[in-house]
């Protein structure tokens, strides 16, 4: 998330990183290198083999991306709206006037990769948008919105 | 369970990350067994069940006069060749003036007529004059031949006008042809070819050789 200027009215939309998917999209990688290399080494790839192997990364793509579909985040100027779920949806509203502090999580993995979880508190510990490329930026975006809304007054 | 009774159900949650994990090694295991370990191990599957499929046929040994053409697409055992000229294995050219083959596992096509044979596919192993070359190999042959003979080898239909005899159901039936009608439904057993000499020795769906019509289902 690059940094600009915030205008009034935009709608920011923001999904799960792909980052989470790395270790499945790593399994790839070695799958494709390895057959290259039985490939390169003579050996027999059976049809099977092959056939497996081109059904696991087809697999490992669909079900990366349907989990990553299963979650959606927008922030507009007076709230941040997180949808959950596939056929049947759950929409929740959290309103910036209910949001008293903002935390980010992030263990190792997500530190390296530069995304993890973002926790919004309202006066307890409250959702966590999960799994955000960014987050720092994303947090800093949500803080600029927030002040917005407060500087315009909730009613407005 | 707490204070007031209230029982809490333990619910097991399917990690997908865990499944896909146990997949991803079960392929990948899979893979290096059978490229490294047993490659025969799917044919051995598949060998079964062709004999299963023996066992439902007709029992025949003809020796015949050779058809025009063959066309098989078929998985080959072993193919035992003689041929005059070059030829490709995975791209490399054999400049031979005539060669013996041994081919393992083949899987392709075969195209016979009285001179000529054509075969494309892959194997496993194909000896050159004895000399052995392993791998996943494209074959590609166009060449004039003296002998071929294909073990277990898979033919949907063959019908021509023949002449020779063919034995039925181990001897029980013995016909003569003499440019008599021959034709043969699902055969699978051994092919030899030469150019004067055809022998077919396996099992068949369904045979009719001159009057005589057997069929794998009056056997019972």
Not at chain 1, 32 to 57: E, G, H, Q, T, W
Not at chain 2, 2 to 24: E, Y
Request: proline share 3%; hydrophobic share 45%; glycine share 6%.
């Amino acid at each position: 998330m690059k940094k600009k200027r915030i205008y009034d009215g935009e709608i920011l939309k923001v999904r799960n990183s792909r980052k989470l998917y790395i270790p499945f999209y790593l399994m790839i990688i070695f799958l494709i290198i390895f057959l290259s290399y039985i490939k390169f080494s003579n050996r027999p790839i059976s049809d099977i083999s092959f056939k497996l192997v081109l059904a696991f990364i087809i697999l490992v793509i669909i079900v990366t991306e349907i989990h990553r579909l299963g979650n959606f985040y927008e922030v507009n100027d007076k709230s941040i709206i997180h949808t959950n779920g596939y056929f049947w949806t759950i929409s929740k509203r959290i309103e910036f006037g209910a949001i008293s502090d903002i935390d980010i999580l992030q263990g190792p993995w997500q530190r390296m990769m530069k995304f993890g979880n973002i926790v919004l508190f309202k006066f307890s510990e409250g959702p966590i948008l999960k799994n955000i490329n960014r987050p720092k930026d994303f947090v800093d975006y949500l803080q600029t919105k927030m002040r917005g809304f407060r500087a315009r007054g909730p009613g407005r | 369970m707490s204070d007031k009774g209230a029982v809490v159900k333990s619910r097991r949650k399917i990690s997908f990350s865990g499944v896909l994990f146990f997949l991803f090694v079960l392929v990948l295991f899979f893979l290096i067994y059978t490229s490294f370990f047993n490659p025969d191990f799917i044919q051995s599957f598949t060998g079964n069940a062709i004999k299963e499929e023996i066992f439902l046929g007709v029992p025949i040994q003809a020796d015949l006069d050779p058809p025009e053409n063959i066309m098989i697409n078929s998985r080959v055992d072993k193919l035992n060749l003689k041929i005059i000229g070059a030829f490709l294995i995975d791209g490399k050219k054999y400049e031979l003036i005539s060669a013996s083959l041994v081919i393992d596992n083949f899987d392709g096509d075969i195209n016979l007529d009285n001179k000529i044979l054509i075969l494309n596919g892959k194997a496993t192993k194909i000896f050159v004059e004895g000399i052995p070359i392993t791998g996943n190999l494209k074959i590609s042959l166009n060449n004039k031949y003296e002998y071929v003979k294909l073990n277990n080898v898979y033919i949907s239909d063959l019908s021509y006008d023949a002449s020779g005899i063919v034995r039925l159901e181990n001897e029980k039936v013995t016909v003569n042809l003499e440019e008599d009608k021959f034709n043969i439904n699902n055969f699978r057993g051994n092919l030899e070819k030469s150019n004067n000499y055809f022998r077919l020795d396996g099992m068949a769906e369904e045979i009719s050789a001159g009057m005589i019509n057997v069929k794998a289902n009056n056997e019972n």
